[in-house]
């Protein structure tokens, strides 16, 4: 599971950083790529990475306006020529996404080559559940207008078969190890009967990344965070600047730290940057989060971390 920014400044592009969009690269665990906000130019920035667009699945919202949602129609109809083929998608979001889809794609004549499903959320919160057991949870943050936050919670997984353990059974490689790897007890040739479970290492619980919309600080945001591997929020402005952040109904970036604290996730993630915040002004915003979170991490557009070991793939800029 791996988390790549496509977009992490607020409001209008900017030379250092292109407006909001991420996905959550799910390829080893479901062979799918979740795209969460569509800002302009979303589509360009995916053309500078591996990301191929038919892989994407799902697309989730966050709120309506228009640095996270410009950037819809333009992808929507160029994945049917960038490998989308028939490939059906479904979109999430508040309520008018459907409306906001539909006409622009009706009055720029545009045809899709794949269908799309529209699922309209809940003003006030709910659950989405996929395939395979994956979840996800999501709650109204506090923003002026409908902005959701997302729990995304992966299924816990089966131990590992610990192969080492079974070597004194002389099992030939074949459908035995494939049954004990689901539990089952087999028969072997010579009588021996082994349960699975006694070869199981212990369960994996499921990662957990939280992906929160634009917001002031409420208790929506704890309640989303608690525990995860990954929180993912706005740091639109430098605490200095509460107020205008306040105003604006954003966040900044000792609020972001004292969520994450409170929540005890394992780390954070800051986007959704002013674009005042440039080079050193951008790495001040970090390291005063971590004063109050010491995992708190300012991200580009194109950082990926990990989920789990939460390693960052290229160089911070």
Not at 91 to 115: D, E, H, M, T
Not at 248 to 266: G, M, R
């Amino acid at each position: 599971m791996k988390i790549q920014f496509l977009g992490t400044g607020s409001g209008v592009p900017a030379k250092a950083r292109n407006v909001s969009s991420l996905v959550l690269k799910l390829l080893d665990e479901i062979n799918e790529i979740w795209l969460f906000d569509c800002g302009e130019a979303t589509q360009h920035q995916i053309l500078k990475t591996s990301i191929k667009p038919r892989k994407i699945t799902n697309i989730f919202i966050t709120h309506m306006h228009g640095d996270h949602i410009f950037g819809l129609p333009g992808f929507l109809s160029s994945r049917s020529f960038q490998g989308g083929g028939n490939d059906p998608l479904t979109i999430y979001g508040p309520q008018g996404i459907r409306q906001f889809v539909q006409n622009a794609l009706r009055f720029s004549k545009s045809k899709l080559s794949y269908p799309i499903k529209f699922v309209e959320l809940n003003n006030e919160g709910g659950q989405l559940k996929f395939a395979n057991g994956w979840k996800i949870d999501y709650l109204p943050l506090n923003h002026g207008v409908i902005s959701f936050g997302f729990r995304i919670v992966e299924p816990d997984s089966q131990g590992e078969l610990l192969i080492d353990r079974l070597a004194p059974y002389n099992i030939p490689n074949g459908p035995i190890f494939g049954q004990l790897k689901r539990g089952e007890t087999v028969t072997l040739a010579d009588g021996t009967i082994l349960n699975g479970n006694d070869f199981l290492g212990e369960e994996k619980k499921g990662r957990i990344v939280t992906i929160l919309g634009d917001t002031r600080p409420c208790a929506n945001l704890v309640t989303l965070a608690k525990g995860a591997d990954v929180l993912i929020h706005e740091a639109t402005y430098v605490d200095q600047e509460k107020d205008l952040a306040y105003a604006h109904f954003h966040s900044t970036n000792l609020q972001a730290a004292k969520v994450a604290k409170e929540a005890q996730v394992k780390k954070l993630l800051m986007n959704h940057i002013s674009a005042r915040y440039l080079g050193a002004d951008a790495k001040k915003l970090e390291k005063q989060a971590k004063t109050v979170f010491p995992q708190a991490q300012i991200v580009y557009d194109f950082t990926e971390v990990e989920v789990g070991n939460h390693k960052e793939m290229p160089d911070e800029q």
